[in-house]
Each structure stands twice: as structure tokens, then as C-alpha cells.
């Protein structure tokens, strides 16, 4: 095909979650000015050496360890960045978990949903 294929990746995103050291190092420098930067300060050492982003630092594998299940790190960060991003809402957010886990695996579906709402309520 001729046609520009048109790619998910951008190049100066608002947002980042950065979940690891690499991460960090390679994505930092490509949040645009003012943008923000959600780390899991659990597995992240170093901090941005840019001082125009606002950083969110959650000990995501930390909280994790407060569950039954700590498989649910990118669930809490998922809770914590829809509160300060304001793009999604929670209530949203739980009516695709349920749509995803439904009646298949109510303990999946429970674990999710308790994750998500402790990343959320960890940030003011």
C-alpha cells in the first residue's frame, strides 16, 4: 500500500508511566514540557533530571505486597494515573474489568478492582 500508516507511538507524549530504570532513561526526555511522569518509585532509584514535569512517585510494588495477589503492580499505577490524569474515570475503569473478568474469574475480577482503587486513593 501507498497509504502512511499511522503509528500508537508519540513522539511528545503528556504522559508516562514508568515502571523501571530503563524506562525511566529512555522515555524522560520525551514528555513534553509541563507533561507528567507517574514512576514506580519501588523499582526506579533515580529520579528525572528534568525539573518542568510534574512526578507522581508510587511505591506500586510496595502496595502490591499489602495484597493477596502481588501480580496487580500495573493495576495500582492504572488507579493512581486515572486520578491525576482525568482522562477515564474509576467508575468506568471497573465497568471493563467487570466486562473483561465478569463471571469467568470473580477473583481475578476482585483482586483488580482492590488494586485499582488503592493506587487511586494513594495519591491525593
Known amino acids: 500500500s501507498t497509504e502512511e500508516i499511522a503509528s500508537p507511538v508519540a513522539s511528545e507524549p503528556e504522559f508516562a508511566v514508568l515502571m523501571n530504570n530503563p524506562s525511566l532513561f529512555r522515555f524522560q526526555n520525551q514528555v513534553q ?4 511522569i507517574f514512576l ?6 533515580s529520579r528525572p533530571i528534568r525539573g ?3 512526578i ?3 511505591p506500586v510494588n ?15 499505577m492504572l488507579g493512581a494515573f486515572i486520578k491525576k ?9 471497573n465497568h471493563a474489568l467487570k466486562d473483561t ?3 469467568r474469574n470473580p477473583t481475578i475480577l476482585k483482586s483488580n478492582k482492590t488494586a485499582l482503587l ?5 495519591l491525593e
Request: no cysteine; hydrophobic share 40%.
Open 33 to 36: 514540557s509541563g507533561g507528567t
Open 40 to 45: 514506580n518509585s519501588s523499582m526506579i532509584e
Open 52 to 54: 518542568d514535569l510534574e
Open 56 to 58: 507522581f512517585e508510587i
Open 62 to 76: 510496595d502496595l502490591a505486597k499489602q495484597l493477596p495477589s502481588n501480580k496487580v503492580s500495573n493495576m495500582i
Open 85 to 93: 490524569a482525568g482522562l477515564v474515570s474509576l467508575e468506568t475503569i
Open 101 to 103: 473478568f465478569g463471571n
Open 118 to 122: 488503592l493506587g487511586y486513593n494513594y
